[in-house]
């Protein structure tokens, strides 16, 4: 099983993205899914993640108030809204699945904030 991280590119300082997590052989409702973020020469970082049953969210304070994290089981994939990016944004964003202890992750998708 292999997520798909979607939606990232270059913008400008202040610009907004919106990343999708999207999967082929699994159910995405059914698992808690997170948003992570790496940046060169720094350890892999989560920034949020949102719950199966309200669909509870939570964001690291270094995103909280700019990004948002959301559902769309009908297409089977969670977004992440981003707003006001910020140079220090800039990453390789990885999304991941979890759901009874197994955990599965896809290829990341490239943000660069310019200023």
């Known amino acids: 099983v292999q997520l798909q991280a979607s939606g990232g590119g270059l913008v400008q300082l202040g610009g907004s993205l919106k990343l999708s997590c999207t999967a082929s052989?699994?159910?995405?409702?059914?698992?808690?899914i997170g948003w992570f973020r790496q940046a060169p020469g720094k350890e892999r970082e989560g920034i949020s993640c949102?719950?199966?049953?309200?669909?509870?969210?939570y964001y690291s304070d270094t995103v909280k108030g700019r990004f948002a994290i959301s559902r769309d089981n009908t297409e089977n994939t969670v977004h992440l809204q981003m707003n006001s990016l910020k140079p220090e944004d800039t990453a390789v964003y990885y999304c991941?699945?979890?759901?009874?202890?197994?955990?599965?992750w896809g290829q990341g998708t490239l943000v660069t904030v310019s200023s």
């Open positions: 991941n699945a979890q759901r009874g202890g197994v955990a599965y």
């Open positions: 949102i719950g199966t049953r309200d669909g509870t969210a």
């Open positions: 052989e699994i159910s995405l409702a059914g698992h808690t």
